[in-house]
């Protein structure tokens, strides 16, 4: 199994902007679909963005359209997530994964907790 470690959240107000960050340790993700994932209290977990292996296509929930920004450094075997206009509603544990999850032995990791007050 490949632990992903997701770093870079924390606590913002709105209309702030994090970047998160997910390395995989001991295996390279550099030819798997990677997405980010994010679980709201009370909620399921859910995919708001996804990155072909290459970068060439993205995808996105309408719920961050236009305002999150997925990218990946394959030689860094990092995926990023830039997040702007951040808002109370985008309170979460983010995750990265595959896409779909648990291609090539990815396991979830613990996630990062983004907070955002109004």
């Known amino acids: 199994q490949v632990q992903l470690v997701e770093s870079g959240g924390g606590l913002a107000q709105a209309g702030d902007s994090l970047r998160l960050s997910c390395a995989a340790s001991?295996?390279?993700?550099?030819?798997?679909?990677m997405g980010w994932y994010r679980q709201a209290p009370g909620k399921e977990r859910e995919n708001i963005a996804r990155?072909?292996?290459?970068?060439?296509?993205?995808y996105y929930a309408d719920s961050v359209k236009g305002r999150f920004t997925i990218s990946r450094d394959n030689a860094k075997n990092t995926v990023y997530l830039q997040m702007n206009s951040l808002k109370p509603e985008d309170t979460a544990i983010y995750y990265c994964?595959?896409?779909?999850?648990?291609?090539?032995?990815?396991?979830w990791g613990q996630g990062t907790q983004v907070t955002v007050s109004s």
């Open positions: 001991g295996r390279s993700f550099s030819s798997a679909d």
């Open positions: 990155i072909t292996w290459l970068g060439g296509s993205t």
């Open positions: 994964n595959t896409y779909p999850p648990g291609i090539a032995s990815m396991t």
